[in-house]
């Protein structure tokens, strides 16, 4: 059955050109493996695996037993002063994988949830120490860290703060990005150019004074923004300053996290390792919702203290480890491991580039970034017409290809299934290729 005119002009869709969608609607109506399932009966390949959410493929077997049998024995669990057994095998399956003195983890409910969640805890880490005058935050132009006021006011997408005007949070700076067209413009990975980025935390650290700066939140690989790798050393750069001046570096992994860029964690692959550490999308493998944080031991040891009776951190969430997702998250770990699942995406990481890159040259391309299974593919902007030929291509490819490309602005985003065939990627560049030939 076609879902009505009504149902579609009630919802209010998340990051969406709501107008021009409802003129003609994309409504997917199942999923299975790598592709989706639209209410006209066609099969969508899926070339954004979810959200960045669904490496392991959608409705993975191992993950929908776990989420039917646990719905049916524990649908909700009181998560203040108790907890469901699952939440806490969950807690121990994340630590086992996590760098060297990560043993402890608070769970939310989204990516969003956990950017705020950590700025939280980076604030009464040094309250609780007794250094309560590290007030300021800083974030990092074209950095995302979701839509709430904390991630949003570290975050430094354009876009995703003007809507909203100067309610924001105060005491937050920002770093410089490191995209820049003249030196870096169609790397491989890592670009060469721009560690000497990472120092705008020096001037930062001079103005404000080091000593009052709480932390610094940073992806790994900027994801939302179109793909943006660090240079060789600027991660590395930043963990040296932060370590200087007391401050303690947060990395976001609610994409990097759980194989998207070859390990379990980001700060794993480039042997950076920061103080804190925020997940969510792989954590269940998009399927229920949730997100956590995960924190250096001497974080968690600051805040036990005072009489043993009292809560030692007043934050957390009706849905916090919520037994369901928690299931969700346990298969998800177990399949990973099982199937091999981190070594698969490294193995699809010099094929997915190259295909990539071949579109260097093509007359509608202005830069291709890529690390790990993300890449982006920078479309020429029409004059006047910001983003057009981007949601142009999105379309063309859903409805001509049968196939999902992500589209953010003119910037065409892709993230592999984490077991996709080399001929998955092919066929999906292939498509590609044939839409952005047709396009004006």
Known sequence: MSISRTAVDSYWMPFTSNRDFKESPRIIVGAEGHHYKTEDGRRIYDAFSGLWTSGLGHCHPKIVEAVQHQVAMLDYSLGFQAGSDKVFELAEKVTAIAPEGFSKIFFTNSGSESADTSLKIALGYHRARGEGHRTRLIGREKGYHGVNFGGMSVGGM???RKAFGASLLPCVDHLRHTWDLEHNAFSRGQPKWGTHLADDLERLAALHDGGNIAAVIVEPVSGSAGIIPPPVGYLERLREICDHYGILLIFDEVITAFGRIGEPFGAQRFGVMPDIINMAKGLTNGVIPMGAVMVRDEIYDAFMHGPK??????????YSGHPVAA???????DAYVEEGTFEQSRALE????DELHAFKGHPLVSDIRNFGLMGGI?????PGEIGARGLEAHKKCFWEEDLMVRNGGDILQFSPFLNSRPEDITMTFEKVRKVLDQID
């Open 158 to 160: 354009t876009p995703n």
């Open 309 to 318: 009776q009292a809560i030692e951190l007043f934050h957390g969430y009706t």
């Open 327 to 333: 299931a969700a998250g346990i298969a998800a770990l």
């Open 350 to 353: 010099q094929h997915f580039e």
């Open 378 to 382: 920078d479309l020429v902007a029409r």
